[in-house]
């Protein structure tokens, strides 16, 4: 079975810098698609940042383009998300996801992925 588990999130003041960690298991991140969302309160799971199955390619929201990094390190099989300049608006509920499909194409939909992790908190204060 997959399973993913995000680690990493906390509070934080606006302008500084959280790296958050997703440890996955029954799946290699070297040959699947990985992601990150955001969930905040009231609002639709929002796409953020992918990494093609291959590690060559990556893919981020305007948002948060130029300030997150997506990553992975094959031998821990463990995805990153490097979250610097952190906004208030970065505030929610982050998850880890996989496409189960082994090299498939990137998607930006929470439909396109097939397992989830429970989720870390980034709270971002003024």
């Known amino acids: 079975q997959v399973l993913l588990v995000e680690s990493g999130g906390g509070l934080v003041q606006a302008g500084n810098s959280l790296r958050l960690s997703c440890v996955a298991s029954g799946r290699t991140v070297s040959d699947h698609v990985m992601a990150w969302f955001r969930q905040a309160p009231g609002l639709e799971r929002q796409f953020l940042a992918a990494i093609s199955w291959s590690g060559r390619s990556t893919y981020y929201a305007d948002s948060v383009k130029s300030r997150f990094t997506i990553s992975r390190d094959d031998a821990k099989n463990t995805l990153y998300l490097e979250m610097n300049s952190l906004k208030s608006e970065d505030t929610g509920v982050y998850y880890c996801?996989?496409?189960?499909?082994?090299?498939?194409?990137?998607?930006?939909?929470?439909?396109?992925?097939?397992?989830w992790g429970q989720g870390t908190q980034v709270t971002v204060s003024s």
């Open positions: 996801a996989i496409r189960g499909i082994p090299r498939a194409a990137v998607g930006q939909m929470p439909h396109d992925y097939d397992y």
